[in-house]
């Protein structure tokens, strides 16, 4: 399922692409194109003798490119040479948003100290440097509007879409299983995208999902939502739901 993070996500990390890319090619001179896929890793495969950095397994055409610092909200790692290098599967896998602190030491990863500091001397080599207040403050403010507007167009756009037809209605209701539920009318009260409040233990969250649980014969239906700030996805009967306006709690 779609959500507003998704599409923030997307627009972030498409900044920290071009960032990083306009970054290299006043570095090396060379078009994004060249630093891009098959010839990224070529590249890579060059300079590392086409050896995974952490492990050392030799990489014959499974060379995975693994960002260094991450590339997402939380590290705002770029996209260029100097926080690229050449990773087995496993390796890229397992270290995926951790620092690279973090990885070698969760992986006993041999001479940690070592290695670490070979990659981060590469990587100012090549101009690699802390996030700026100026990049941390953009990050920020895109993530929040791109999220924003997109759940606003989607829902602009689904006003314009026609009420589904009894014959639609009816072609739909042929291939859906019997354990189905009708989710049409929770949906009307707490729309996907929208702001929840939970009753009980006042969480706020912002609608994703809906789901049907329970024993057979005794399914209930539930809301899923993503908690504000927390980031978990929980769920609430809708019994236990209050529709709100903003996220921002009324007082
Ligand atoms: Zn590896």
């Given amino acids: 399922m779609v959500h507003k993070g998704d599409a923030s996500n997307a627009a972030v990390r ?48 499974k060379l995975e490119v693994d960002h260094v610092i991450p590339m997402n909200q939380k590290s705002l ?6 926080n690229l290098v050449p990773a087995c599967s496993e390796c890229n896998r397992a270290k995926k948003s951790k620092s690279l602190g973090e990885f070698l030491e969760k992986h006993k990863i041999r001479n940690s100290t070592q290695l670490k500091n070979k990659i981060e001397a590469r990587a100012r080599k ?8 100026a990049l941390k403050g953009l990050v920020a403010n895109l993530y929040l509007d791109v999220g924003s507007l997109v759940v606003q167009q989607a829902e602009s756009i689904l006003k314009t879409l026609p009420e589904p037809s009894t014959a639609t209605k009816a072609e739909a209701k042929k291939i859906q299983k019997k354990s189905d539920y009708d989710f ?27 789901s049907l649980e329970g024993p057979i014969g005794k399914r209930t239906p539930y809301v899923k939502f993503i908690v504000l700030d927390a980031g978990a996805k929980v769920r609430r009967a809708p019994s236990q739901l209050n529709p709100i306006k903003s996220p921002h709690r009324a007082k």
């Fill in 77 to 82: 790692g770029l996209h260029m040479y100097g």
């Fill in 126 to 133: 090549f101009g690699v440097t802390e996030p700026s207040d």
């Fill in 14 to 61: 498409a900044l920290l692409t071009l960032v990083g890319e306009r970054h290299d090619l006043a570095v090396f001179g060379t078009p994004p194109g060249e630093l891009r896929d098959k010839k990224l890793k070529q590249r890579l495969a060059a300079e590392f003798n086409n050896q995974c950095v952490y492990c050392e397994t030799h990489l014959s055409g």
């Fill in 184 to 210: 049409s009318e929770i949906s009307k009260k707490f729309p996907i995208g929208s702001w929840v409040n939970a009753v009980k233990d006042d969480l706020v969250g912002e609608v994703v999902d809906y």
